[in-house]
C-alpha cells in the first residue's frame, strides 16, 4: 500500500510540474515568433512588394534558425539528465560548450547569408521588386545570427534547469523592444523593409547580451569554459540527425513558398500570412512538448522508464486538448486576420482559404509536435532524422503536381501540408511507444 502511495504522489507531482512548466513555456515559445508576426504586419502595410519579399528572406532564416535548434533541443535534453543523475558539474560544462558552439557556428553562417543573400532569395523565386526587398532584409538579418544562436543555446540551459520563467521575460523584453525601435525605424524614419530588419537585429543582440550576463554564475562554476572539441561532440552529433530532420521540415515549406512564389504574388503574400499564423500556433503547442525534453531526460537520468511514460500520456493529451481549441479558433477568425496584415483584397480572400486547412492541421499537429518533444527527451535524434526525410520523400509528388496544376493554388499547398502532419503524427505516436516500452 505504501509503494502505490509512493508512487501516485510521484505522478501527482510529475503532472503538476508538466503544467507549471508549460504555462512559461506557452509564454516564451509564443513570444519567439512575434518577431515574424511584427514584422510582417508592419511590412505589409509598407505593400504586396514589400511582404512577398519578407516571404523569401523568412523562409530562408527559418533555415538557418531552425537549422540551429539542436543548440536548445540537445543542451536541455544533456543538462536534465545530467541534474536528474546528480551531475551538476556536467550540466555546467554542457551549457558552456553549447554557447560556444553557438558562437563557432553562427559567425560562419551570418557571413555566408550576408554575401549569398541575393542569389538564394532568387533561387527561391524571387524577382523584380520582390528580389531586392528579400536580399534587403536577409543582409540586415545576417548581422543578428551568432547572438541568435547564442540565445538558442542559453535557453536551453535554462529549460535543462526547468526555468522556463527566465527565457519568457527576457524574451518578452526583446519583443517589446523589436516592435517598438521597428515602428520608428520603419515609419519614423522611412527605412521601409531595412529597418524592420535592423530592429529585431538589435533585439536578438540584447537578448543574447542579457542571456550571458545572467549565465555567468553557471560558467564560472563549469569545470571546463574554454571551447573543447570533445565537449562539443555530442552536441555535435545530436545536431546532425536534428540538423537532418529541420532541414527536411523546412524543405517541405521552403517547397510550399517556392510553389506560392510560381503562381503569383498574391498567393505568395497570402501564403506568408499563413505560414506566420502556423509558426505561431506551431510553437504555442510546443509548450507540451517542451517541457518534456526536460521531465522524459530527467526520469531517464533516474532510471525511471514508468515516470517517462506517464509524462509522455499526459503531454499528448494536454497538447490535443490545446490544439482542439486552437483549430476552432483559427476557423472562427480565418475571415478577419488576414485583415491584420494586408488591404489587399486578393491577398487577404486566399488568406482565408489558406487558414481554414490550417485550422484543420492543428488536430494532427498536436500530436506530431508532443511526440516530438519526446523523442527529444528521449534522445532519439537518429530516428528523429530519418523520419523526417521520410515524411519529405512521401509529400514530394503533392507538391510537384500542385506546381503542375497552379489552379489549386493555395489549397493544393497547404492540403499537402496536411498530409505531412498526419504522416508525422502517425509515425511518431508508434514510435513512442516502442522507445518507451518496457524492457524485456
Known sequence: MTETSDADESRKALNRRIVSLAIPALGSLAVEPVYVLVDTAIVGRLGTEQLAGLAIAATVLSFVFAGAN????????RVARRLGAGDTTGAGNVGVQAMWLG????VPLAVVLAVFAEPVARLLGAGDDVLEHATTYLSWSAIGVPFFLVTLAAQGVFRGESDYITPLWILLGANVANLVIELVLVFGLDMGVAGSALSTVIAQVSAALVFLWILRPRMRAA??????????APLMSAGKHLLLRVGSMLAVFAGATTIAARIDDETLAAHQIVNSMFIFL????????????????????????????FVARRSV?????????????????SPLIPRVFSDDADVTSTATVGLLWLAVMMIPGAVAFAHDG???GAG?????????????VAVTPIAVFTLLTPSLGISGIWGGLLVWMILRAVVNDRRTRHVLASPA
Open 70 to 77: 539542436f543548440l536548445t533541443y540537445g543542451t536541455t535534453e
Open 103 to 106: 558562437v563557432l557556428c553562427g
Open 223 to 232: 569545470a571546463v569554459r574554454r571551447p573543447s572539441r570533445s565537449g562539443m
Open 282 to 309: 506551431a510553437l504555442v503547442l510546443d509548450a507540451f512538448a517542451v517541457p518534456a525534453h526536460t521531465l522524459v531526460a530527467e526520469e531517464e537520468g533516474r532510471g525511471d522508464l514508468a515516470g517517462a511514460r
Open 317 to 333: 493529451t494536454l497538447s490535443m486538448i490545446v490544439g482542439v481549441g486552437l483549430g476552432v479558433l483559427i476557423a472562427a477568425l
Open 374 to 376: 519526446i523523442l527529444i
Open 380 to 392: 532519439d535524434y537518429r530516428f528523429l532524422g530519418l523520419a523526417a526525410l521520410g515524411y519529405l
